[in-house]
């Protein structure tokens, strides 16, 4: 059972943004770093933001993260049809001493 | 280039055990803390433990505590988790996962685990 929420599916038609909510507590995203992951069909996930905000090379400006409080979220502007995948939202929780995953996203291109 | 690879995975009867082992190679292993992280089949990650670069801190999720042990060995840059009382609700694919916290993430491709009689 993760204690990160995230909404079950997301959708939008290729150019438009997309948001992604991922609700948390003060344990978890309230008092670490938020990163989120990417996973493909069939493939392992790869890390998509880092520092609530921060994006690895080689990640297209087009992905953006923030957080405010114990709530984070992450935007894809411009969708395209490669975006299709599972977002998952991750933090360190001090209270459990566990890293938690949301429940993930699954993303649909229109 | 920074590789992971997973292997030891199969088929076990309930009870039973088995000994994942990750091979990590083109990064400089003993500098970063290593994760398990799995993936029941249609299902989402789940943080299974993680181990410090010197392997003196260690961490597990509550499901999986007295049942499995990480462990790793710098010398062969290699990661472990030796999996004993498995269950059928630790049938997943295991992924080893470099810093899965921090900016150097990394994931290998992941190993399944299937637990049935």
């Known amino acids: 059972q993760s204690v990160l929420t995230q909404p079950p599916s997301a959708s939008g038609t290729p150019g438009q943004r997309v948001t992604i909510s991922c609700s948390g507590s003060?344990?978890?995203?309230?008092?670490?770093?938020v990163n989120w992951f990417q996973q493909l069909p069939g493939t392992a996930p790869k890390l998509l933001i880092y520092g609530n905000t921060q994006r690895p090379s080689g990640v297209p400006d087009r992905f953006s993260g923030s957080k405010s409080g114990t709530s984070a979220s992450l935007a894809i502007s411009g969708l395209q049809s490669e975006d299709e995948a599972d977002y998952y939202c991750a933090a360190w929780d001090d209270s459990l001493n566990v890293y938690v995953f949301g429940t993930g996203t699954k993303v649909t291109v229109l | 280039e920074v590789q992971l690879v997973e292997s030891g995975g199969g088929l076990v009867q309930p009870g039973g055990s088995l000994r994942l082992s990750c091979a990590a190679s083109g990064f400089t292993f003993s500098s970063h803390w290593m994760h398990w992280v799995r993936q029941a089949p249609g299902k989402g990650l789940e943080w299974v433990a993680n181990?410090?670069?010197?392997?003196?801190?260690?961490y597990y999720v509550d499901s999986v505590k007295g049942r499995f042990t990480i462990s790793r060995d710098n010398a062969k840059n290699s990661l472990y988790l030796q999996m004993n009382s498995l269950r059928a609700e630790d049938t997943a694919v295991y992924y080893c996962?470099?810093?899965?916290?921090?900016?150097?993430?990394?994931w290998g491709q992941g190993t399944l685990v299937t637990v049935s009689s």
């Open positions: 181990i410090e670069q010197d392997g003196s801190e260690k």
């Open positions: 996962a470099r810093a899965v916290g921090s900016s150097a993430s990394w």
């Open positions: 003060s344990s978890n995203i309230g008092s670490n770093t």
